[in-house]
């Protein structure tokens, strides 16, 4: 048997979660005795398997798991992973008091990376975000967004899109880039209202046309808040963006309510992200809207905020999503399932809500719920396999990831057991 055969066969699988309830039980679709048939980049079958069909042509590249766990490939839907530098002293600073815009004011926060950042070489940036991506994908983690925003001028914006568009082409997990060139102000535009000015018409005339010419990212995402973009230029660049064919996330309602929650639904997002002080008027509309809510927990307990509470969402019937936010100063984090914990555990969301929010809700935070996110026939072959034998135990073991391997593309890739964070390639 050749392990470069062009299908897969995942046999003796405890316990498979489909995330379609109407191939399993419950909410997450659970499925015992199963077994899963990759052919080339698909799903041809996932199921019981008792009723795996005759498999046709050459002989499936198979895998015995012993009972282990499956599920979709997790997705981290919100990261800013590439970057230089750390933000060690704003933590301290956070820890004696200091508040998140107190710390902005006198240079750290933000800007303070968007200088190392700006500092840094390319191949720095490149080596960065490859063992960040690496670290990541050793957990499960096959799909991951990625947003600039530590440049804050149309070179530098564009420079960090272009290291994104170079990790693609080497990182195992798929990468999904959103522009955010409006994460916050740099320092020069902060002289007067005249600059915060010129740099919003830069954002809308000179990098927004630039990323989209050059089809350097798939979203675009502005910081509406206290301290960061109002919503009438947050609904400037938006709708440019959305003119260009971009489209819309939005970090809303993460240290104040804003309403941006409500402009995010106006515009059509795809996503609002943070969402800690959404009002009801928020809730409501993303509801009739239909947009997701992605729930940052790490950065809400970096910040010592409240966490978005799941049953607001939930009652609306708002799909939630969960990530890291993975950025140096409030959530320094590439632990997907550890933020599932947290919000589990101190925003009220549910076990299968739980699960659903890393795989299913994230892929629909990305309007690629209909590629991945779920493992059904058609589906693309991106799994994650798991030491455990009951899908709870993914929330259960806190901090702890028992990932033993991933399948991307069809391919199965092991996670070494004495090297945890290097992937190979085989059987």
């Given at each position: ?25 419950g ?10 048939l ?17 498999v ?12 282990c766990?499956?599920t979709?490939?997790l997705i ?8 230089a ?8 600073g ?25 500092a840094?070489?390319?191949?720095d940036?490149?080596?960065?975000a ?7 994908t ?32 080497q990182?195992?997990?798929?990468l ?10 740099p320092?020069?535009?902060?002289v ?19 990323v ?35 489209g819309?996330?939005v970090?809303?309602?993460q ?19 943070h ?9 409501e ?9 992605v ?7 970096f ?54 929010a ?8 990305l ?13 693309r ?8 034998r ?10 702890d990831?028992?990932?033993t391997g ?22």
């Amino acid at each position: 048997m050749s392990q470069f055969s062009s299908s897969l066969l995942l046999r003796n699988v405890g316990a498979l979660v489909t995330c379609d309830p109407t191939l399993g039980a419950g909410p997450v679709g659970l499925v015992r005795d199963a077994a899963v048939l990759c052919v080339g980049d698909r799903i041809e079958y996932a199921g019981p398997a008792a009723h795996l069909p005759r498999v046709l042509g050459e002989e499936p590249l198979t895998l015995d798991l012993d009972g282990c766990l499956v599920t979709p490939g997790l997705i981290d839907c919100h990261t800013h992973l590439v970057f230089a530098g750390e933000r060690i002293d704003d933590f301290q600073g956070r820890l004696a008091g200091d508040s998140y815009t107190q710390i902005a004011a006198r240079g750290g926060g933000i800007l303070s990376t968007v200088r190392a950042t700006r500092a840094a070489s390319d191949d720095d940036l490149m080596a960065l975000a490859t063992a960040r991506i690496e670290a990541a994908t050793a957990q499960g983690i096959t799909t991951i967004e990625v947003k600039s925003g530590y440049g804050l001028s149309t070179p530098d914006e564009l420079r960090i899109l272009e290291v994104i568009r170079r990790l693609s082409r080497q990182a195992l997990p798929d990468l999904v880039a959103t522009f955010m060139g409006a994460h916050t102000f740099p320092a020069e535009a902060r002289v007067d209202a005249a600059a915060r000015a010129d740099y919003v018409e830069e954002i809308v005339r000179e990098m927004l046309p630039a990323v989209a010419t050059r089809k350097l990212a798939r979203f675009c995402d502005v910081f509406i808040d206290t301290g960061a973009f109002t919503l009438e230029e947050g609904r400037r660049v938006l709708s440019q963006a959305r003119t260009l064919g971009l489209g819309l996330k939005v970090h809303a309602e993460q240290i104040s309510q804003t309403d941006a929650a409500v402009l995010a639904a106006e515009l059509g997002a795809i996503s609002a992200e943070h969402l800690e002080h959404i009002s009801e008027a928020g809730l409501e509309a993303m509801a009739r809207a239909g947009t997701v809510a992605v729930l940052l927990p790490g950065a809400a307990l970096f910040l010592r905020d409240e966490l978005a509470r799941a049953e607001r969402f939930r009652a609306h019937g708002i799909p939630m999503a969960v990530s890291t936010d993975h950025n140096p100063g409030t959530s320094p984090t590439s632990n997907l399932l550890l933020m599932a914990q947290l919000q589990v555990l101190a925003g009220g969301m549910t076990l299968d809500e739980a699960i659903l929010a890393v795989t299913w809700n994230a892929a629909r935070a990305l309007d690629l719920h209909e590629d991945r996110g779920a493992l059904r026939r058609g589906m693309r072959a991106d799994l994650a396999l798991f030491r455990c034998r009951d899908p709870r135990e993914l929330i259960y073991r806190f901090g702890d990831s028992h990932c033993t391997g991933i399948v991307k593309d069809g391919a199965y890739h092991r996670v070494e057991s004495a090297r945890p964070w290097l992937l190979t390639r085989g059987s």
